[in-house]
């Protein structure tokens, strides 16, 4: 049975568990669901919901961080996982921080644009999906949109108080970085991973997979026009560039 990633091309937890794969030379092939559509799937699978899941010697792995543990513990070369304990422990948090701090209201910040815009969110739903895939979602798309605003509770309020939170991340980050290239110990490890793959969306590296058409929002562009000479957008390139 051939190695599988259920997921979202456009979601950035799914990045960080395609990185992860390709970094560890794990071959796998993707299936891409719709949202919405795809709790069905999932929930068939796994306890929850949400991708990335992945499907690997007849195990079924739920999560990003779980992911890279499994691949870790399955494949011994190019370890993500520092060994020492207390980096281990360093690494954890970073990873923590990533989606506490970058990946949950990047979303949240990003989602509140971008449900007004669904000829830029409906192929990006979409891309790598099921032929009937486009007009499956311009069908439920309204409702969808409702769905996800409310269970993620995104609205103008929280938007806003998302895009301090992201602005507070990217100062911390900075201020690790000024004295080291990697966020723990001496070498790339999952925390760069996790930080870096959860940051895409916003610094869009040219390796990334989102590309700088998809933020057709003024609000988005101006968000990231406003941080596009931090030494954190700098950094998530090199990373990108010397480890994606
Ligand atoms: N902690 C999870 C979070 C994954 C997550 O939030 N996935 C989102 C897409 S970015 C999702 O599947 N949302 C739909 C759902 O939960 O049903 C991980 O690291 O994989």
Same mark, same amino acid.
């Given at each position: 049975?051939?190695?599988?990633?259920?997921?979202?091309?456009? +979601?950035?937890?799914?990045?960080?568990?395609?990185?992860?794969?390709? @970094?560890?030379?794990?071959?796998?092939?993707?299936?891409?669901?719709?949202?919405?559509?795809?709790?069905?799937?999932?929930?068939?699978?796994?306890?929850?919901? +949400? #991708?990335? %899941?992945?499907?690997?010697?007849?195990?079924?792995?739920?999560?990003?961080?779980? =992911?890279?543990?499994?691949?870790?513990?399955?494949?011994?070369?190019?370890? /993500?996982?520092?060994?020492?304990?207390?980096?281990?422990?360093?690494?954890?948090?970073?990873?923590?921080?990533?989606?506490?701090?970058?990946?949950?209201?990047?979303?949240?910040?990003? @989602?509140?644009?971008?449900?007004?815009?669904?000829?830029?969110?409906?192929?990006?739903?979409?891309?790598?999906?099921?032929? @009937?895939?486009?007009?499956?979602?311009?069908?439920?798309?309204?409702?969808?949109?409702?769905? $996800?605003?409310? %269970?993620?509770? =995104?609205?103008?309020?929280?938007?806003? #108080?998302? $895009?301090?939170?992201?602005?507070?991340?990217?100062?911390?980050?900075?201020?690790?970085?000024?004295?080291?290239?990697?966020? %723990?110990?001496?070498?790339? +490890?999952?925390?760069?991973?996790?930080?870096?793959? /959860?940051?895409?969306?916003? %610094?869009?590296?040219?390796?990334?997979? $989102?590309?700088?058409?998809? !933020?057709?929002?003024?609000? !988005?562009?101006? @968000?990231?026009?406003?941080?596009?000479? +931090?030494?954190?957008?700098?950094? #998530?390139?090199?990373?990108?560039?010397?480890?994606?």
């Amino acid at each position: 049975m051939p190695t599988l990633l259920y997921q979202f091309p456009v +979601s950035h937890y799914c990045e960080k568990a395609r990185w992860a794969l390709d @970094y560890k030379g794990v071959p796998f092939k993707t299936q891409t669901l719709l949202p919405g559509p795809h709790i069905k799937k999932i929930k068939s699978i796994a306890a929850d919901s +949400s #991708v990335p %899941v992945l499907r690997m010697q007849n195990t079924i792995i739920q999560g990003s961080d779980q =992911i890279i543990d499994y691949l870790d513990a399955t494949v011994s070369e190019k370890p /993500l996982t520092p060994q020492d304990s207390k980096l281990r422990e360093q690494a954890a948090d970073w990873e923590r921080f990533a989606a506490d701090k970058i990946a949950d209201p990047l979303r949240c910040f990003y @989602y509140h644009y971008l449900l007004d815009e669904p000829k830029t969110l409906i192929p990006l739903f979409c891309e790598d999906g099921p032929w @009937y895939g486009n007009l499956l979602m311009r069908l439920i798309f309204k409702r969808l949109g409702r769905r $996800m605003r409310a %269970v993620a509770k =995104i609205n103008p309020r929280t938007a806003g #108080v998302a $895009m301090h939170v992201v602005d507070k991340a990217l100062t911390t980050l900075e201020k690790q970085l000024q004295t080291q290239p990697f966020l %723990v110990g001496d070498r790339f +490890s999952r925390a760069d991973l996790s930080v870096c793959a /959860l940051l895409s969306p916003l %610094v869009l590296p040219e390796r990334g997979y $989102m590309k700088a058409r998809s !933020l057709t929002a003024t609000a !988005l562009q101006d @968000y990231r026009k406003a941080h596009i000479s +931090s030494p954190v957008f700098r950094w #998530v390139n090199t990373i990108y560039n010397t480890y994606r």
